[in-house]
């Protein structure tokens, strides 16, 4: 264990230690049942704010940051708990006097409330992270694309007197990907397979400008389509 999880470990029994002694000392004329369940309320909480502060808000090896997107409502439960939870047990020992029973039901439902409060949270962080996995699907394609292009562009750069009307129209294709927006239509994806399908055919052809000039052209005006029509699909 690393020594800043046992400093961890070890604020957290100091903090729970001074709940336990507070609540003993001033504890005044109230039972022992109350007294117990005052001090398991007050745990609880002190759990929540202590995890929430000792676990980081942003975990940089997480892309998705599906923590950071729950964490307004995780907080919001958290201090809706906690706000209930302490005027319960202050209204419940010192303006009420509630009963052992009353005081625990009570509890037992705000407890039952955070749970769901946390369930919630954890839904969404899930939604989070799920909408980040259909973005990179998305995106993936695209990137392939960009990436066909570039070894295609840097194959052409390495041959000797390639056509110029060529070269332009390769390399205004590369730049022209950079418009293209993300899609999760399937049709898109099918373009973004073909095109890259093309490019890999083409890096192939343009090795011999001799025999495949007519091949180039015919690819070239498929991949112009191709992004015309993925341009299009959205």
Not at 12 to 23: H, N, Q, R, V, Y
Not at 49 to 71: A, E, T
Not at 203 to 210: K, R
Request: hydrophobic content about 45%.
């Amino acid at each position: 264990m690393s020594t800043k999880k046992i400093i961890s470990w070890l604020l957290l029994l100091f903090g729970e230690a001074i709940i336990i002694t507070s609540f003993i000392l001033f504890r005044g004329t109230i039972p022992d049942n109350i007294l117990v369940l005052n001090i398991v309320v007050s745990s609880i909480i002190y759990g929540l704010f202590f995890v929430d502060i000792l676990v980081p808000w942003v975990d940089l090896k997480d892309k998705s940051q599906k923590r950071v997107g729950s964490l307004g409502l995780r907080w919001f439960v958290t201090w809706v708990y906690a706000i209930v939870a302490i005027a319960v047990m202050t209204g419940g020992n010192v303006v009420y006097e509630f009963t052992f029973t009353t005081q625990l039901i009570i509890q037992f439902i705000l407890l039952f409330c955070l749970l769901l409060g946390l369930l919630g949270t954890a839904f969404a962080s899930d939604k989070v992270e799920q909408v980040y996995e259909q973005q990179t699907i998305n995106r993936s394609g695209m990137i392939e694309m960009s990436n066909a292009m570039r070894r295609l562009n840097e194959k052409v750069d390495e041959i000797r007197n390639f056509p110029p009307h060529f070269t332009r129209r390769i390399k205004m294709m590369e730049e022209n990907l950079r418009f293209l927006a993300p899609s999760d239509k399937q049709e898109a994806h099918e373009l973004e397979h073909s095109f890259v399908e093309t490019v890999e055919n083409m890096a192939f052809v343009i090795s011999d400008l001799t025999i495949n000039k007519e091949q180039i052209e015919l690819n070239l005006k498929k991949l112009e389509r191709l992004y015309q029509n993925r341009k299009n699909s959205i």
